[in-house]
């Protein structure tokens, strides 16, 4: 179970990305930066040229903690929640569930998606390759 | 330099309304019993009040958060007042009184009561999820949506990702981190308002189920129904009012990492927090070795580790070796740390406790739990917003 985020004009892309299986993430046309979440302007230059641009779907595990509590009747535990460092730049952060028994920071880790309606949960597990 | 605006102003009265898991009396109740005792404290009566404010004002969103905004509060306790507020944003939990230290140095207001209520203890018997992040609507929107989904429905789940890179980072351990919720108890024995006064030990402690690792039962505060409120006077107002004058001897703020959504760093410290603690010590001669007590925020027990570094109390990476058996932070410690039993163990005031029990313990109002000559306090406010101040008495 899971409540799902609302579709902002900022945020919808996030959320809908993984429809055709490809992580994106806001990057700035002028000077490169990625950022996360979106902003309608470039933290680093200021340029409004920012726009989602596909990422490898690739990062480490920053830090995690293992649930156990039930808040909710009927939420499933425990689980993972975790903050995943992307590949594409330092401090690039998302937050996410990570699935799979085993969890240690520094893990290398890889995006699916888990579909729900129309929204496209980007989650990670371990990445063996 | 040009006075700052905190050496013009100075703390006269403090109190707080009794505290409940529920309480039988509502937010509005509770807030005008911890004002008029505030206001009574200091030696003035209502009509002498000429300013209110509140963190975070009245939401209707429920979960007991926030229950009653400025406005209520001066009808019902007779104020007129000329300078308003409630704060919602900014530094976090202190904000209503850095704004209104302001005020007051600007000559908008020469007494003002800033007050605190929480009835989230209430708000839970009605609905128990009524205190978790997902809100009441059927999708999550806002900061919380980066959160919600993954289930991290209790501020505890992000804290606790601050924990665990803390402790691998550190090499830290659980015991050291408990050592916090053990010292809470301990003053809380003596605090007769505290909710836990049953004394805890390290095995207790390490007995309790972990909640989101690695984070346990005790590391987490206890919601309530309660009030704070706090007079703030003109210090020319000051001298001659009840209680000698506390001053605020320095204020440090800031805004950023969680509150934005924007987390920069290891995860194993709050950046804005650090900036904060610099802008306090910027604004004072006082150094971290003249503090003779801390009322550090424990919102969860990481709060603390995160705030003593962040306040320069100790090096980066040295909170956990600090705590470690608890000596150090005791009441006749080295630095005596959340004398009343912080909010793990006195309950949610949501930072107010901290600020009340600064005030305790300058007035020598401690009884068990007075810490000895106690002149200088450092408290420190807030896990999305911070604050932080000294306070100091002559």
């Not at chain 2, 995860?267 to 709050?270: A, G, M, V």
């Given at each position: 179970m899971r409540k799902l985020p609302k579709l902002e004009p900022e945020t919808a892309f996030y959320w809908t990305c993984g429809a055709d299986g490809r992580l994106r993430i806001q990057r700035c046309g002028q000077c490169g930066t990625y950022q996360h979440p979106p902003f309608p302007r470039c933290s680093n230059c200021g340029s409004e040229a920012v726009a989602p641009a596909p990422v490898s779907g690739k990062g480490r595990l920053a830090s995690y903690t293992v649930n156990h509590e039930a808040w909710v009747p009927g939420l499933a535990v425990p689980f993972v929640f975790g903050v995943v460092e992307l590949a594409e730049q330092a401090q690039l952060y998302v937050f996410t569930n990570v699935l799979g028994r085993e969890v240690r920071i520094g893990m290398p880790l890889t995006v699916e998606f888990e579909h729900h309606g129309d929204v496209w949960l980007p989650m990670f597990r371990e990445d063996r390759e | 330099m040009t006075l700052l605006p905190e050496k013009q102003v100075c703390i006269t009265g403090a109190a707080q309304s009794e505290v409940g898991r529920p309480s039988p009396r509502t937010a509005l109740q509770l807030t005008a019993d911890a004002c008029l005792a505030a206001i009574a404290d200091a030696g003035l009566s209502p009509s002498d009040i000429d300013g209110i404010a509140t963190y975070p004002g009245k939401s209707s969103e429920g979960g007991g958060i926030a229950p009653v905004s400025p406005s209520e509060a001066a009808a019902v306790l007779g104020i007129e007042p000329r300078w308003i507020l409630a704060s919602a944003e900014g530094f976090s939990h202190m904000a209503p009184i850095f704004n209104a230290v302001t005020a007051i140095a600007c000559g908008l207001a020469r007494h003002v009561v800033v007050f605190r209520s929480v009835a989230q203890a209430q708000a839970r018997l009605v609905s128990r999820a009524s205190t978790l992040m997902s809100g009441a609507r059927d999708r999550v929107d806002g900061n919380n949506a980066w959160t919600v989904p993954y289930n991290a429905l209790s501020p505890i789940n992000t804290f606790a990702l601050y924990a665990q890179a803390y402790f691998d980072k550190y090499g830290a351990d659980e015991a050291q981190l408990g050592a916090i919720a053990v010292n809470n108890r301990a003053n809380a024995a003596h605090n007769p308002i505290a909710i836990y006064r049953k004394p805890l030990t390290l095995d207790d402690y390490l007995a309790a189920r972990v909640i989101s690792s690695p984070l346990r039962l005790f590391d987490c505060d206890s919601h309530i129904d309660g009030s704070t409120a706090i007079v703030l006077s003109h210090r020319d107002a000051a001298?001659?009012?009840?209680?000698p004058p506390l001053h605020i001897e320095a204020m440090g703020m800031a805004v950023g990492g969680l509150w934005v959504g924007r987390h920069k760093g290891d995860?194993?410290?709050?950046p804005a927090a650090h900036r904060a603690g610099a802008m306090l010590w910027e604004r004072t001669d006082l150094t971290p070795a003249d503090m003779d007590c801390a009322q550090i925020y424990d919102g969860f027990s990481i709060h603390v580790w995160m705030w003593l570094e962040a306040l320069g109390l100790v090096p980066k990476g040295e909170a956990c070796r600090f705590t470690e058996g608890g000596q150090r932070i005791a009441l006749d410690g080295e630095l005596p740390l959340n004398t009343g039993g912080g909010q793990l163990s006195a309950g949610r005031f949501h930072g107010y406790g901290h600020i009340h029990e600064a005030t305790v313990q300058l007035w020598g109002r401690g009884g068990g739990r007075q810490v000895r000559d106690a002149r200088t306090c450092i408290v420190s406010n807030g896990g999305y917003g911070y604050g932080a101040m000294i306070l100091r008495r002559d």
């Open positions: - | 001298k001659d009012l009840r209680n995860f194993t410290e709050l």
